[in-house]
Nanobody, 121 residues
Framework: QLQASGGGLVQPGGSLTLSCVAS????????IGWFRQAPGKEREWVSC????????YYAESVKGRFTISRDNAGNTVYLQMNNLKPEDTAIYYC????????????????WGQGTQVTVSS
């Protein structure tokens, strides 16, 4: 199971760190992805961490502002979000899949509940 947390209300230019805690990692499922979904829009891929190789992947819209990482124990993946913009407002989800770097929703098989991020002054 995946548990996402850390959302909240922040002003434009501010920062938030989201956490995704995995109760277990399933062999062969090497991708921890973050997605977001704004009202009236489709779910959008944001970033991915390859738990096997340690590689990271980012959508162009967040590259240079967001950083994905994993803690030393390996159970938690973080999404550090800096210089937040109103267009980053969405419900953020973490998910587990087999294909690191994939941005397709269908590539991810296990999903956590979302955490709301609101960027507003």
């Amino acid at each position: 199971q995946l548990q996402a947390s850390g959302g909240g209300l922040v002003q434009p230019g501010g920062s938030l760190t989201l956490s995704c805690v995995a109760s277990e990692f399933i062999p062969g499922y090497d991708a921890i992805g973050w997605f977001r979904q704004a009202p009236g829009k489709e779910r959008e891929w944001v970033s991915c961490f390859d738990v096997d190789e340690g590689d990271t992947y980012y959508a162009e819209s967040v590259k240079g502002r967001f950083t994905i990482s994993r803690d030393n124990a390996g159970n938690t993946v973080y999404l550090q979000m800096n210089n937040l913009k109103p267009e980053d407002t969405a419900i953020y989800y973490c998910a587990l899949g087999k294909h690191p770097g994939s941005w397709y929703v269908e590539s991810y098989n296990y999903w956590g509940q979302g955490t709301q991020v609101t960027v507003s002054s």
